[in-house]
Structures are given as structure tokens and as C-alpha cells.
């Protein structure tokens, strides 16, 4: 492909910032990345990595990751939230981008990386972040086998990786 594509374990604030600050400085493309919040974890960093994702991220998609007991689609609307308060435009998935910085919401995160992948073009880096290495994914109180770079490898095949409960 045209674009580089990139896992990471980014899952705090200053991680996050690194990271796209990072990809930033390495491209003169878009930076799209992909990245949710932990259930049950700091509420707090929500709102801060939505402000981070919104001022460094062309284009942030926000997913799943490890929502555990916590409904998910609160964690995203937090994080969305703060997303729109530093100015980022929220596009229904489908859609093109009109406006940069850009967010959208896709739960399922097999879904949410083969969309990335959809809209990477030439010189953008596309960054997933929050579970690099991991292998799981935590829904409720169950663990769910999950590789971030696996569901990488299908999106640029074009397919999503279609393993989680909100896949169904």
C-alpha cells in the first residue's frame, strides 16, 4: 500500500501524544489513528486523549478497548465529546471527510481498522493504538482473543477482522 500502517501500545495521555507527535514529524500526509478507552479504568484520561487526538490526529476513529463492564458507547460519547470541544468534526463512518480534524465513531474495532485502512491514502500514516501487543480483549468479563496487528494484515487485504461481541 501508499500509506504506513502502525501498531502501538499507547494507552495513556502522554503515550498518545508521543506517539502521534511522532507521526506527525514523520509524515507530510494525514495521520489517522485509531484508538478507544479502557472500562473501569482513569474516566479522566478520556476527555484528555480525546483533546490529544483532536489537535494531533487528522482523522481519529474511536473503538473498543477493553470497555470490560462498562457500556462502551458511553466511553466513545466521553471521548468524542472532548473530540468536538477542541474543534474536531464529527463524519458518520460511511461518509467522506469534509473537514480535518475529523472523528468518527465505530465501536467494533475489527470494523473500525478496515475503515481506517478505507480511507489511508498515499503518504498518511494510519497508527492503531491502546492494545500493540496484547492478545485479548476484555468485553464484560470475558476475554476475547484479539491481535491489532492481525486485524491490520485483513484490512489491507480487504477485510475486517470480525472476532469481537460487537461484531455481531
Known amino acids: 500500500?501508499?500509506?504506513?500502517?502502525?501498531?502501538?501500545?499507547?494507552?495513556?495521555?502522554?503515550?498518545?501524544?508521543?506517539?502521534?507527535e511522532t507521526v506527525r514529524a514523520l509524515t507530510t500526509g494525514r495521520v489517522i489513528a485509531v484508538f478507544g478507552c479502557?472500562?473501569?479504568r482513569d474516566v479522566e484520561k478520556r476527555t484528555l486523549m480525546g483533546h490529544i487526538a483532536a489537535e494531533l490526529a487528522d482523522i481519529t476513529l474511536l473503538t473498543a478497548?477493553?470497555?470490560?463492564?462498562?457500556?462502551?458507547n458511553a466511553i466513545i460519547q466521553t471521548t468524542a465529546q472532548a473530540m468536538r470541544e477542541k474543534g474536531a468534526t464529527e463524519t458518520p463512518p460511511e461518509a467522506d471527510i469534509q473537514n480535518i480534524p475529523a472523528f468518527l465513531r465505530i465501536p467494533d474495532r475489527g470494523r473500525a481498522i478496515y475503515?481506517?485502512?478505507?480511507?489511508?491514502?498515499?503518504?498518511?500514516?494510519?497508527?492503531?493504538?491502546g492494545k500493540g501487543h496484547e492478545q485479548s480483549m476484555c468485553f464484560g468479563e470475558i476475554e476475547y482473543p484479539w491481535d491489532d496487528r492481525e486485524a491490520v494484515r485483513l484490512a489491507l487485504n480487504g477485510q475486517p477482522l470480525l472476532s469481537l461481541p460487537t461484531a455481531r
Open 38 to 40: 479502557a472500562g473501569l
Open 1 to 20: 500500500q501508499a500509506f504506513t500502517a502502525l501498531v502501538d501500545f499507547a494507552h495513556t495521555p502522554n503515550s498518545l501524544r508521543r506517539a502521534l
Open 65 to 72: 478497548e477493553d470497555p470490560r463492564t462498562e457500556d462502551l
Open 115 to 129: 475503515r481506517a485502512a478505507q480511507l489511508a491514502r498515499s503518504g498518511d500514516i494510519l497508527i492503531i493504538l
